[in-house]
């Protein structure tokens, strides 16, 4: 079992950036892989990185691509999330992921979700 719990999200300019941080509970965290994913106001969510458990390998969506870095931390349990370059689009509620498995993309492929932390990007 693990307990996630997300924070840094906040209100940004455009342009401007920010630091989501996941810090997780349970002495198997480095076993599995992390995601985040982001959910806007009447929109589904979607994927927008994730990292391997080992941090050897990154996935992102095209969106953010060039602008966010996921990393992680197994020493202290946390997945970071820097977001550059923000958008007024980049706005959503975003929730940090853990799962097992090869699939990064879809999150049917996490099982365990935290509570979500809100970012505003104004332009």
């Known amino acids: 079992q693990v307990q996630l719990v997300e924070s840094g999200g906040g209100l940004v300019q455009a342009g401007g950036s920010l630091r989501l941080s996941c810090a997780a509970s349970g002495p198997t965290f480095s076993r599995y892989k992390m995601g985040w994913f982001r959910q806007a106001p009447g929109k589904e969510r979607e994927f927008v990185a994730a990292?391997?458990?080992?941090?050897?390998?990154?996935y992102y969506a095209d969106s953010v691509k060039s602008r966010f870095t996921i990393s992680r931390d197994n020493a202290k349990n946390t997945v970071y999330l820097q977001m550059n370059s923000l958008k007024p689009d980049d706005t959503a509620v975003y929730y940090c992921a853990a799962g097992s498995g090869s699939n990064y993309y879809t999150d049917r492929a996490y099982a365990y979700w935290g509570q979500g932390t809100q970012v505003t990007v104004s332009s």
């Open positions: 990292i391997y458990w080992s941090g050897g390998s990154t």
